[in-house]
């Protein structure tokens, strides 16, 4: 291009906005992405909780009353939480609330770990891992809601 006399090469092409950087621009960055993967993530475990109760009225430890009412409850609760990554507002709060579900629910795991006649269709090696993937998870939200 020529303009008062200077060529002015065009711009090369890793410059110009392409499919995969138009793509990246989409899909946000990591840290976007990890807060959409776990509010997704979040939404669909409460969801899931809502639409399969008895699955999770079954790991309920014995000692706690009103397993189905406990189940839809913490459903809810992750529903809210997972909605909550999102906004910026609400991140703060999603990460309390969503340690808090964390910690509420460990004890089924705990409960599923110990007992592990009740549960014949799952290796007792991946209910012991349960255990330290909540905290992994916990990490999960802490990152994400930062």
Not at 16 to 37: I, K, T
Not at 110 to 124: A, F, G, K, Q, S
């Amino acid at each position: 291009m020529q303009e008062s006399g200077t060529y002015m090469p065009p711009k090369p092409a890793a410059s110009r906005p392409g499919p995969v950087r138009e793509w990246a621009r989409w899909v946000g960055s990591r840290d976007e992405r990890l807060r959409r993967l776990l509010a997704a993530f979040w939404i669909a475990a409460g969801v899931n909780h809502l639409v399969n109760p008895r699955i999770y009225e079954s790991i309920m430890p014995d000692y706690l009353p009103a397993h189905r009412e406990l189940v839809l409850a913490s459903g809810v609760a992750e529903i809210i939480g997972g909605a909550a990554v999102m906004p910026a507002g609400t991140r703060r709060f999603a990460r309390w609330w969503l340690l808090g579900v964390l910690a509420a629910v460990y004890p089924a795991n705990i409960h599923m770990t110990l007992h592990p006649e009740r549960y014949e269709r799952i290796p007792p090696l991946a209910l012991w891992a349960r255990l330290p993937l909540q905290f992994l998870c916990a990490w999960w939200v802490w990152r994400a809601t930062e």
